[in-house]
């Protein structure tokens, strides 16, 4: 998918475009999608953010695309961290391509423990959601680790392959590359699947579950997650298995929303946090399973799941900087900004907070669709009346006009 630049339509504009190439009224085309015509409406005239996921994904399956083709990969020019980042991503999606492990590496590995280091950088560097540093690293060592897997460190290196994959997969996903996480977490299935080893078989179903959620394929997801918890339960005694295990009850909550199975996913969230009440604040697997990640992963179930109050209820009752990543600390930001930026009188509050998401992991928002067209829908209201320097000046960042 080609990374959208400033000056590209926008994601209304998109759907528009799609919707008149089919040759379809926006009355038939909201009925294909299960939405109403006059809320397509507004989202092509850009009168209303298309900052909803399952929203996205419900019109972009009407418009028979994925939700990524609507939404485009923003990437500001101004940010060169950003661009940096995703020039990479070709490089990543052949080095994918390139270790199979059914076939021979081409060249001999580094010694095990460099790349044993190379994976915790690469991971600290997702962490701080700096994006363009993990992805420069993340294709030698996607090879270095295959050539390894051929070695006397078998076993050792194809841990750290799992573990190397998930990173690419987590991050290809973040840049809004969904394609390409699927192949990631793919490969860490492959590898998982070679080491036997529940947890981490687990973990790799956790990533190709948050793949296919970002391709819009609920239900794919759910099922993947799903499968996975009955999987793992005889063996949720093993380290980092109760972490792993309710990390899998958050996919499955989400999915299942996604599918607009309501009380499902009221059920899976209420799973996860009273595992997490018994576990505590985890860093198992650096999933940080706990309170607080039950308590963000709410905050974007509601949003998306079209009930901003409560998310923002949820907002006020989690204190973000329990987890000591800005990965997961920006989600809380961005998701609760979609929240309030939804609720009347609060648009102040939702700039604050898309501020606050911007300075701790700026590469995150400053490519994620769903905060450029919040930000975008907070400019016109702005401009309507005549304030909010702040707001104007995040969106020069972004590139949003």
Excluded at 199 to 219: D, E, F, I, M, P
């Amino acid at each position: 998918m080609t990374p959208r630049l400033s000056g590209d339509p926008t994601i209304g504009e998109r759907i528009r475009a799609r919707r008149l190439v089919r040759g379809w009224s926006i009355r038939y085309a909201a009925s294909r999608a299960g939405v109403s015509h006059a809320t397509w409406s507004r989202i092509e005239r850009g009168l209303q953010a298309a900052d909803n996921r399952f929203m996205l994904a419900e019109i972009a399956g009407a418009l028979e695309c994925s939700p990524t083709e609507l939404a485009g990969t923003p990437v500001p020019a101004a940010d060169r961290a950003a661009v940096a980042a995703h020039a990479e991503v070709h490089g990543i999606r052949q080095a994918l391509v390139d270790i199979d492990l059914g076939e021979p590496p081409s060249s001999p590995p580094p010694p095990i423990g460099d790349l044993a280091r190379a994976v915790a950088l690469a991971d600290t560097l997702r962490q701080a959601c700096d994006y363009a540093g993990a992805n420069r690293l993340t294709p030698a060592l996607l090879r270095d680790l295959h050539a390894a897997s051929a070695g006397p460190e078998r076993g050792r290196a194809l841990r750290l392959m799992v573990e190397a994959t998930f990173i690419a997969s987590s991050v290809l996903r973040n840049l809004g590359h969904p394609a390409e996480a699927w192949l990631g977490a793919e490969r860490c299935r492959d590898a998982a699947d070679v080491t036997e080893d529940p947890v981490l078989q687990a973990y790799a179903a956790y990533a190709r579950a948050s793949a296919a959620t970002a391709c819009g394929s609920y239900r794919r997801g759910l099922a993947l997650a799903g499968r996975a918890v009955d999987d793992l339960q005889p063996h949720v005694g093993r380290p980092g298995g109760a972490a792993m295990l309710g990390s899998l009850q958050l996919i499955c909550a989400y999915a299942s929303r996604g599918e607009k199975r309501l009380d499902d996913s009221r059920a899976w969230s209420a799973e996860a946090a009273q595992l997490a009440s018994r576990t505590g604040e985890t860093t198992a697997l650096n999933l940080f399973f706990g309170p607080t990640n039950v308590g963000i992963w709410g905050i974007g179930i509601e949003v998306d799941g079209g009930d901003p109050g409560r998310a923002a209820e949820i907002a006020r009752n989690t204190n973000p900087a329990a987890i000591p990543a800005g990965f997961r600390q920006v989600f809380y930001y961005a998701d609760t900004a979609r929240a309030l930026a939804r609720l009347r009188g609060r648009d102040r509050e939702a700039v604050r907070f898309l501020l606050t998401a911007e300075r701790l992991a700026p590469q995150h928002v400053h490519t994620s669709a769903m905060a450029q067209e919040t930000t975008r829908a907070l400019l016109e209201r702005s401009r309507r009346m005549a304030g909010g320097t702040e707001l104007r000046g995040l969106c020069e960042r972004m590139s949003v006009s």
